[in-house]
């Protein structure tokens, strides 16, 4: 029975991932739905209320997902905008934390703490939903690489808010040293940790041969929790050390790289469908109703107002412009990691911890499905949407072509393309280069310095490995 539930709850999650594509809302809605549809309130199916069960499985989940978004992370593009997302997430999550937290107060009317811990939980953005939502869309690089790098970089802050205010809660006040040390040794060791672990794999991997492609993967999932692990039990930011530990791997040439980065590809949308499906089964939907209306007006004035105002603050003098900023303003989705946190209070024992995270659960359901389904739109209307991009070459990886230290790009090109119109003859491919073939109109043409490149054309070209950047730049062009 077991086996059936979870057979048919993957299926079912591969189907709502492209249903939500049709109908333009995030696929994460579409999961929490289920598990809420699964759940014991409405179906009651499969009764689930064990907070310290939704929690692991949860971390487990978000470890993939970080790891996953962290490899699709080009470092050329984040060190651009370094500056505002890094902001955006340490001040930006404590103004908005702040700032919901007032509201939260006022519409709630309960103790202040119990008001700070609320907006503590749900004042960052997430990084599955950003890198789901954000991902697939055509955002102009800075503002997605923004987005991402603050989705990756602010659970430490929130982590540290939200254990923060348990603390207060349950213990009383901690010092405002012992604050600030625990803040900056979360950090710390986050960052140290995942560049150690990335220069450990960039020494060992050039020395390790697996006979079998597979192994590689599964090395590196390895690597990650294992890092995640460590630098957790130091009680540094695993999140964050997974994250960069990514961002490293990216940047080094890792044996069968196309073959590592669509396996993490599947198990980051595995990740999310599990998680998302067992955060709606930890949820009863009976008993949202009487916290429906005050979480309304929460969500609405975190989204209206804190996430606005704290997003101006922390760009002021970074050169974005009125139409940038919108769309970084209302682009803070709320996903996994609010809904995570939301399971603190319930297993640390704090009083009123069951509304707290269902009021934390319907604010995140707000802003997935209002501000996620959205993003896109807002984005088209302010001209903030890339048109016409070249597709991204894709390296076709044969066992002969990993012993030769090579590689076989296929580069599609399109209007916007560098090389479209020039004669092969031009592209002035490095030594070593060559275009083995061209496909087009169904048919393969055989390459000749006077073949003209059309728009449409799939060129297929050998190069050494250390050429393959070069290549792609002078075929596409810089993206």
Request: charged letters at 15%; proline letters at 5%.
């Amino acid at each position: 029975m077991v086996a059936l539930i979870l057979g048919v709850a993957l299926v079912i999650g591969v189907v709502a991932s492209q249903l939500a594509d049709r109908i333009g809302v995030p696929a994460l809605v579409l999961f929490i739905g289920a598990g809420m549809i699964l759940g014991s309130d409405i179906s009651g199916w499969i009764y689930f209320d064990n907070a310290e069960a939704a929690q692991l499985i949860g971390t487990i989940a978000l470890v993939e997902i970080l790891f996953q978004g962290g490899l699709e992370t080009e470092w050329k593009h984040v060190r651009k905008v370094i500056v505002p997302s890094s902001i955006l997430a340490t001040a930006g999550v404590l103004l908005t934390s702040g700032l919901t937290a007032l509201i939260a107060w006022w519409v709630l009317d309960i103790h202040w703490t119990m008001a700070l811990l609320i907006g503590a939980i749900v004042g960052s953005t997430d990084a599955a939903a950003t890198f789901a939502v954000i991902g697939t869309s055509d955002l102009r690089p800075r503002l997605k690489y923004t987005l991402e790098a603050e989705s990756g970089l602010n659970d430490p802050m929130a982590i540290f808010l939200t254990t923060i205010m348990i603390q207060w809660i349950t213990q009383g006040p901690p010092t405002t040293l012992g604050a600030l040390g625990f803040l900056v040794w979360q950090m710390g060791l986050g960052v140290v940790g995942g560049l150690a672990a990335g220069w450990l794999m960039k020494k060992l991997l050039p020395r390790i041969r697996f006979q079998a492609a597979g192994l590689y993967p599964i090395l590196l999932t390895g690597v990650a929790f294992t890092v995640f692990a460590l630098v957790s039990l130091a009680n540094g930011s695993g999140y964050l050390a997974v994250y960069i530990l990514g961002i490293y791997l990216a940047t080094l040439e890792i044996p069968y790289r196309q073959s590592v980065f669509r396996f993490h590809d599947g198990m980051a949308w595995l990740a999310q469908i599990v998680m998302f499906t067992v955060l709606g089964l930890l949820v009863f939907p009976s008993q949202m109703g009487p916290i429906a209306v005050p979480a309304l007006a929460i969500a609405a004035g975190q989204i209206l107002v804190a996430r606005p105002l704290a997003v101006w603050l922390c760009t002021l003098g970074q050169r974005f412009t009125l139409r940038e900023f919108v769309v970084l303003a209302w682009s803070g989705l709320r996903g996994a990691v609010p809904v995570i946190l939301g399971t603190y209070p319930m297993v640390a024992g704090v009083p009123d911890s069951n509304m707290i995270f269902h009021v934390v659960f319907f604010v995140v359901l707000v802003s997935a499905t209002l501000q996620g389904s959205t993003i896109s739109w807002l984005a088209d209307k302010l001209g903030q949407l890339l048109r016409g991009e070249p597709p991204r070459p894709v390296r076709l990886e044969l066992m002969t072509m990993e012993r030769l230290n090579a590689d076989m790009l296929e580069v599609e090109l399109n209007e916007s393309s560098r090389a479209t119109g020039m004669r092969l003859a031009e592209l002035a491919l490095p030594e070593l280069c060559t275009v083995s073939a061209i496909y087009r109109d169904g048919r393969v043409v055989a390459p000749r310095g006077h073949t003209k490149l059309l728009a449409g054309d799939v060129l297929f070209v050998l190069a050494p490995k250390d050429h393959s950047a070069r290549v792609e730049e002078l075929i596409v062009g810089e993206t």
